[in-house]
């Protein structure tokens, strides 16, 4: 009888002893690599070619050529040397417009976000420009400062910038506010309050607000090209529709679009896979995915 007692209390004690365990070890979050996300992607972008494929069954070349007549002729564009200096051009305009618009939105946003009175007077200014379409900002900039890179720049940079200030103010309202509270308990200096508590929480909104900027950036600077510039992707557009060439016309922008999702993937992506480490949810979705 009383051995059965000792079984049941080292039972007893035994399974508490795990449950004490369990709580003091965390569980480490395992990181792997996934083929899966990749391939979801890949997989979509083939759907996409196969459409256009099939579409182009049913219509003349000179309506809509199929992808692999776009495709060599994109890499025939590359043998010549007057694509890379369009290209960079526009990628000048692009990275200098985006600049700007990174750099006001950041302060407009955080404005409107950390300040009822900033919120107040700059909402409507912002939502204002937000609807003004992109082309009345490079028409305007074009007529200011002449047919030349400032005003592509320029009109990039203030179109952009309520999108960028709209991203960074959510993100801003979004700040946990316990963690504000618990940052002032310890006595936080107000530099130690934005690097460690304000910061953190806004460079997923930041990075969004970049991919953002940069998807905004290419659209504009390609408007403004078009309807006033004498170089750069957007022209070459306008200057291959006029000669009714849709095979050319479709080969510049699938060679942007190539471009763009190079940056995403080279530059973007572990850039946001760096700054976001710290987010364990993050992490561990990004495992298991």
Same mark, same amino acid.
């Given at each position: 009888?009383?051995?059965?007692?000792? &079984?049941? $209390?080292?039972?007893?004690?035994?399974?508490?002893? $795990?449950?004490?365990? !369990?709580?003091?070890?965390?569980?480490?979050?395992?990181?792997?690599?996934?083929?899966?996300?990749? #391939?979801?992607?890949?997989?979509? #972008?083939?759907?996409? *070619? &196969?459409?256009?494929?099939?579409?182009?069954?049913?219509?003349?070349?000179?309506?809509?050529? !199929?992808? /692999?007549? &776009?495709?060599?002729?994109?890499? $025939?564009?590359?043998?010549? !040397?007057?694509?890379?200096?369009?290209?960079?051009?526009?990628?000048?305009?692009?990275?200098?417009?985006?600049?700007?618009?990174?750099?006001?939105?950041?302060?407009?946003?955080? *404005?409107?976000?950390?300040?009822?009175?900033?919120?107040?007077?700059?909402?409507? &200014?912002?939502?204002? !420009?937000?609807? @003004?379409?992109?082309?009345?900002?490079?028409?305007? /900039?074009?007529?200011?400062?002449?047919?030349?890179?400032?005003?592509?720049?320029?009109?990039?940079?203030?179109?952009?910038?309520?999108?960028?200030?709209?991203?960074?103010?959510?993100?801003?309202?979004? *700040?946990?506010?316990?963690?504000?509270?618990?940052?002032?308990?310890?006595?936080?200096?107000?530099?130690?309050?934005?690097?460690?508590?304000?910061?953190?929480?806004?460079?997923?909104?930041?990075?969004?607000?970049?991919?953002?900027?940069?998807?905004?950036?290419?659209? @504009?600077?390609?408007?403004?090209?078009?309807?006033?510039?004498?170089?750069?992707?957007?022209?070459?557009?306008?200057?291959?529709?006029?000669?009714?060439?849709?095979?050319?016309?479709?080969?510049?922008?699938?060679? /942007?679009? *190539?471009?763009?999702? %190079? @940056?995403?993937?080279? @530059?973007?992506?572990?850039?946001?896979?760096?700054?976001?480490?710290?987010?364990?949810?993050?992490?561990? %979705?990004?495992?298991?995915?």
């Amino acid at each position: 009888m009383s051995t059965s007692t000792e &079984v049941a $209390d080292d039972s007893c004690i035994r399974v508490d002893t $795990d449950v004490v365990r !369990g709580i003091e070890e965390p569980v480490p979050i395992k990181r792997r690599t996934s083929w899966k996300r990749p #391939l979801r992607r890949f997989s979509a #972008l083939v759907g996409i *070619i &196969v459409i256009w494929w099939l579409a182009s069954l049913f219509m003349s070349p000179q309506t809509l050529p !199929g992808p /692999f007549l &776009v495709f060599t002729t994109m890499l $025939d564009n590359l043998t010549e !040397g007057d694509t890379y200096y369009q290209l960079a051009v526009t990628m000048g305009r692009v990275l200098g417009g985006m600049t700007i618009a990174m750099v006001m939105g950041l302060v407009i946003g955080l *404005i409107m976000g950390l300040s009822a009175w900033g919120e107040d007077l700059l909402i409507n &200014v912002v939502l204002v !420009g937000f609807s @003004i379409p992109a082309v009345v900002f490079g028409i305007l /900039f074009i007529l200011w400062f002449g047919l030349n890179d400032t005003a592509a720049i320029l009109a990039v940079g203030v179109a952009a910038t309520p999108a960028i200030a709209i991203n960074i103010w959510q993100g801003t309202k979004a *700040i946990d506010r316990d963690l504000m509270h618990m940052g002032k308990a310890f006595r936080f200096s107000q530099r130690s309050m934005l690097l460690k508590v304000v910061i953190p929480q806004l460079v997923p909104f930041v990075l969004a607000a970049l991919r953002t900027a940069l998807a905004i950036s290419w659209k @504009i600077v390609t408007v403004v090209e078009l309807i006033g510039l004498s170089s750069g992707v957007g022209y070459m557009l306008h200057w291959w529709f006029g000669n009714f060439n849709m095979t050319q016309v479709l080969a510049w922008t699938l060679l /942007f679009t *190539i471009t763009l999702l %190079l @940056i995403e993937n080279i @530059i973007l992506k572990p850039i946001e896979k760096r700054l976001t480490r710290w987010r364990p949810h993050a992490a561990a %979705l990004e495992g298991t995915a």
